[in-house]
């Protein structure tokens, strides 16, 4: 299923989201274009990767083992949010980012927004960097906002359960657009997480238990204050 647009009304611009949507597509031109001269596109993802992503030895150390990172671990985890595996990686993202992050800006403000955001994708990363200890691989590098997106989707599920998103859904062969309730999206969006993170993924290189530790962060923390609130 992807989401193209939600409902909800907003009282103001979302500033943060484009911001943040900005950012990262700022830093996948980096990507794109660092590395040596006349490299593959992909070698010279692969290289951003191991100097910006997050690896989980360098952030429970807080030892860089080489090549040299943007910044010191386990900052980064930071740079490591910013950072895609490809177009397609970066798109969906965004796509998602930019369908409900909006709302939860409007809702709990700019700065509040950006603080979340990052706070879930911190989560995110250390919830993978446990799991990458116990599987005992370590030393594969974690990029990608799929973390940090994930609390927000939690937080637009606290505050907008029965907000409506028009989605397109693909039956075989048929393409049919449908609004769908936040609360099932959403939902459903969880629990497919859920099963890939226990199933280990399947070998496709996706850190489902990042989603998994982003989103359970995001819920927590937006029940909390909405009910201080």
Do not use: K
């Given at each position: 299923m992807i989401p193209l647009k939600d409902n909800v009304v907003l009282r103001r611009p979302a500033v943060a989201t484009l911001a943040l949507v900005?950012?990262?597509a700022l830093a996948f031109v980096?990507?794109?274009?660092?590395?040596?001269?006349?490299?593959?596109?992909?070698?010279?993802?692969?290289?951003s990767a191991l100097v910006g992503g997050a690896i989980p030895?360098?952030?429970?150390?807080?030892?860089?083992?080489?090549p040299r990172d943007l910044v010191p671990p386990p900052f980064t985890i930071l740079t490591s949010m910013f950072l895609h595996g490809g177009?397609?990686?970066?798109?969906?993202?965004?796509?998602?980012?930019?369908?409900?992050?909006?709302?939860v800006e409007d809702a709990i403000?700019?700065?509040r927004f950006v603080g979340f955001y990052l706070a879930s994708g911190?989560?995110?990363?250390?919830?993978?960097?446990?799991?990458?200890?116990?599987?005992?691989?370590?030393?594969?590098?974690?990029?990608?906002?799929?973390?940090?997106?994930?609390?927000?989707?939690a937080a637009y599920v606290v505050l907008f359960p029965w907000a409506r998103v028009l989605t397109v859904v693909p039956i075989?062969?048929?393409?049919?657009?449908m609004h769908l309730p936040a609360g099932f999206f959403i939902g459903l969006w969880f629990v497919l997480q859920v099963v890939n993170a226990v199933l280990g993924g399947?070998?496709?290189?996706?850190a489902f238990f990042a989603h998994v530790g982003g989103f359970v962060f995001g819920w927590l923390v937006t029940k909390v204050l909405a009910s201080r609130r």
């Open positions: 900005g950012l990262n980096w990507q794109v274009s660092s590395g040596a001269p006349g490299e593959p596109v992909a070698l010279r993802i692969q290289w030895y360098e952030i429970a150390t807080w030892r860089d083992i080489g177009v397609l990686h970066l798109a969906g993202n965004m796509l998602f980012l930019w369908v409900f992050g909006p709302a403000g700019r700065a911190v989560a995110a990363a250390i919830a993978q960097t446990l799991l990458s200890f116990a599987a005992g691989d370590p030393f594969i590098p974690m990029v990608g906002a799929s973390g940090a997106i994930a609390g927000v989707l075989f062969v048929f393409i049919r657009f399947g070998g496709s290189g996706v």
